[in-house]
């Protein structure tokens, strides 16, 4: 079959693979869960932060092996090793089992973060067809948001039954996503052929990549304002769990309020290029953090907290879309993944800094102070972005 057919089956191929792949039950109950098992706020924030410290160290060598070895293979070992992170996590009885889990999820979503993302737009680039990427990526989040609708929802209820149904239905479904991932065709943009791998190519992979973001300190901004939104987001995504339990919710409820953010942000997603021809990059830039900031004190503050929690997600979404057609625009094949993966990394860390943090909060005053300490932090983000958007000289973009 033609090449440049193969690599267009490429885009609904991944559209199906990301529906199977983020079918996972255990998304909205996970924190719940484990705190039945014995954990404490301080450990769930603890696991979270062994998780981050396995991605910090290992997102740009496992973005390497996607740039040297193929997006695909490192795809496929993704599935492989989140498999294996899920079975040990419905095993496990302690604290230490629960780490060794999360350190295989870690390593499953280093090796897809970069590699995903990469195959799809150098499949379109060897095409001609980049431009469609923001669209496409688009597409694409609206069956990561079904998936996040079906897990919550299906999740939320067998919680209520068992707990043990939920892990053996992601365990099979898993199985499935691992099976599509090995249907992708390579694209040949961006491989480094064997006379180019003398010496140590890893090294110089990551020399290579890191050079490209210093002559255009420009990534650098964009990965950091991304990977600051979205630590917010996530923070609150997983601590509105027990939030809300300790206001009264059942798992049922909580998993229909968080399928609600993911059923907002399937409208959503499809719609941000449309959303970014009218307000342009600057407007992403400068808006944006005022209302993921401003969702964060009204989850803390306000009876309606489930509302604004929506309107957070959703602020997500659009930041997700739109920064991820930026930066790859501005990346050379040879090290897209690479590059990705570092963007992975700086969440990373973010999140090890923040997110134990949080937890501690929680338990040493409460869950809605530690929000409200949160959303402090956010207001400092928010005036220190505005000056450097609104610095004299700076260039605009869009």
């Known amino acids: 079959m033609d090449n440049s057919i193969q690599l267009k089956k490429n885009i ?8 199977l792949q983020n079918i996972d039950l255990t998304r909205g109950i996970w924190m719940i869960y484990l705190a039945g098992k014995g954990m404490s706020l301080t450990q769930l924030g603890l696991l979270e932060t062994v998780f981050h410290i396995t991605s910090f160290f290992m997102e740009v060598p496992t973005g390497a092996i996607a740039d040297i070895f193929g997006r695909k293979i490192s795809r496929v070992l993704g599935r492989v090793l989140s498999l294996v992170s899920v079975v040990i996590l ?12 999360f350190i295989f999820t870690a390593l499953s979503y280093n090796l897809e973060s970069g590699a995903g993302d990469a195959l799809i737009y150098d499949s379109l680039k060897e095409i001609g067809e980049e431009d469609r990427y923001m669209k496409i990526s688009g597409n694409k989040e609206v069956f990561y948001q079904v998936a996040g609708i079906i897990s919550f929802l299906a999740g939320g209820y067998m919680a209520t039954k068992s707990y043990g149904i939920a892990f053996v239905i992601t365990i099979v479904i898993g199985a499935a996503a691992l099976l599509q991932s090995m249907s992708f065709k390579e694209p040949s943009v961006g491989r480094r052929h064997e006379a180019e791998a003398k010496g140590n190519v890893f090294v110089n992979q990551l020399k290579e990549s890191m050079k490209v973001v210093r002559e255009n300190p420009r990534i650098g901004f964009l990965i950091v304002f991304t990977e600051i939104i979205l630590t917010f987001c996530t923070c609150m995504f997983f601590y509105i769990q027990n939030f809300l339990k300790g206001n009264g919710y059942n798992e049922a409820v909580i998993g229909v309020i968080c399928a609600a953010t993911y059923l907002a942000s399937a409208f959503i997603a499809p719609q941000v290029h449309r959303i970014e021809k009218v307000i342009k990059e600057q407007g992403i830039l400068l808006l944006i953090p005022f209302v993921t900031v401003a969702s964060l004190w009204g989850i803390a503050l306000s009876a309606y907290h489930y509302i604004f929690f929506i309107v957070l997600m959703i602020t997500e979404e659009v930041v997700y879309v739109a920064m991820s ?7 050379p094949s040879e090290n897209r993944a690479t590059i990705l993966s570092f963007s992975s990394m700086v969440f ?6 923040v997110f134990p943090l949080v937890g501690l909060l929680g338990d040493m ?3 809605r102070f530690a929000i409200k300490c949160l959303g402090g932090l956010g207001i400092v983000f928010v ?3 505005s000056i ?9 973009q869009g």
């Open 365 to 367: 005053y409460s869950l």
């Open 12 to 19: 609904k191929r991944n559209y199906i693979y990301t529906l």
């Open 383 to 385: 005036l220190i972005n």
């Open 348 to 353: 990373s860390f973010f999140m090890i800094t």
């Open 388 to 396: 450097v958007m609104l610095k004299p000289g700076r260039k605009r």
């Open 90 to 101: 419905l095993a496990a009885k302690d604290f230490l089992w629960f780490a060794i889990s």
């Open 325 to 331: 057609d930026y930066i790859n625009k501005m990346i």
